[in-house]
């Protein structure tokens, strides 16, 4: 059978954001968060539990 992928978890977005605050909905960076030049995606994402497909325990 074929594995499941859940794209989901290869999105950069505010959810699988490191800074993403589950129960307010709010960026919580130090700072605040920014746009790249054309605002289109967020410079200061960085994921919350490492890279999607290389993360611990993934075998």
């Known amino acids: 059978m074929g594995e499941l992928i859940v794209l989901d978890a290869y999105r950069r977005t505010c959810h699988n954001c490191l800074w993403h605050d589950?129960?307010?909905?709010?960026?919580?960076?130090?700072?605040?968060?920014?746009?790249?030049?054309?605002?289109?995606?967020?410079?200061?994402?960085?994921w919350r539990y490492g890279w999607p497909g290389v993360r611990k325990g993934a075998d």
Do not use: I, M, Q
């Open 22 to 46: 589950d129960a307010h909905g709010a960026c919580k960076r130090p700072g605040g968060w920014e746009w790249d030049k054309n605002y289109t995606r967020c410079v200061t994402f960085a």
